[in-house]
């Protein structure tokens, strides 16, 4: 089945340290996303793309980058890892408008971040 | 930007019973409203989506209403299961199939058996 893949699925990391998260997909899809899982503050957006040469910022984008290297693989990188960075990471896809599943984001199994 | 508050935060109800979840908006302009559910430890899916020119939309033992005029939607779950136990999400975007999706805080729903 198609499917979006999240790696690592754990990382325990230190503060001030490098870390990027990897994501691909076999959906086709051409839109990707990223969002942060905090206990009562639901799904944040940090990042999303339309294609390759097109990268937008989301709602708490500060601290964070992204790279879409094709259209199937989209990684967030922290530069230098805080520990208020700790939270469940995921990928999401979404088919362009008019294709199949329209509308419906399509998530990751998640990567558990913790920052010492 | 988009503003979306749902309450509760946590529902426990006995299994049988009916739960529903209120979720509000801001932006007037806002035009299609899923609902996401999360059971522990998985992702969040699908599972029901409305549309502003709809004011109800049922699959099976789950509906959505909206009330665009006080700009609040609400999920009802009849005749609950322990399989419907899990973290309910609900959001909002300017249409569908729109980019930019703004989540609730979520609702941990408990049924009791």
């Known amino acids: 089945d198609a499917d979006v893949t999240q790696t690592p699925r754990n990382r325990i990391t230190k503060t001030g340290k490098r870390i990027m998260l990897e994501c691909s997909q076999t959906?086709?899809?051409?839109?990707m996303y990223w969002y942060r899982q905090d206990p009562g503050l639901g799904l944040r957006l940090i990042y999303y793309s339309f294609d390759v040469k097109d990268i937008n910022k989301g709602e708490i984008s500060d601290g964070y980058s992204v790279s879409r290297q094709a259209q199937a693989k989209f990684s967030l990188s922290l530069e230098s890892a805080i520990p208020n960075q700790t939270a469940l990471y995921f990928c999401?896809?979404?088919?362009?408008?008019?294709?199949?599943?329209?509308?419906?984001?399509?998530f990751g199994e998640g990567s558990r971040l913790t920052v010492l | 930007g988009e503003n979306v508050e749902q309450h509760p935060s946590t529902l426990s109800v006995q299994e049988g019973d009916s739960a529903v979840i209120k979720c509000t908006y801001s932006?007037?302009?806002?035009?299609?409203f899923p609902w996401y559910k999360q059971e522990l430890g998985k992702r969040p899916q699908l599972i029901i989506d409305?549309?502003?020119?709809?004011g109800e939309k049922k699959d099976q033992r789950i509906a959505v209403t909206l009330n665009k005029t006080a700009k609040h939607f609400s999920l009802h779950i009849t005749e609950t299961q322990p399989e419907d136990s899990a973290v309910y999400f609900c959001a909002a975007s300017l249409s569908f199939g729109n980019e930019k999706l703004t989540f609730g805080t979520g609702t941990r729903l408990t049924i009791i058996p």
């Open positions: 932006d007037s302009a806002s035009n299609y």
């Open positions: 999401a896809t979404m088919a362009v408008a008019g294709g199949p599943g329209t509308g419906e984001l399509f």
């Open positions: 959906k086709g899809h051409d839109r």
């Open positions: 409305i549309r502003s020119n709809v």
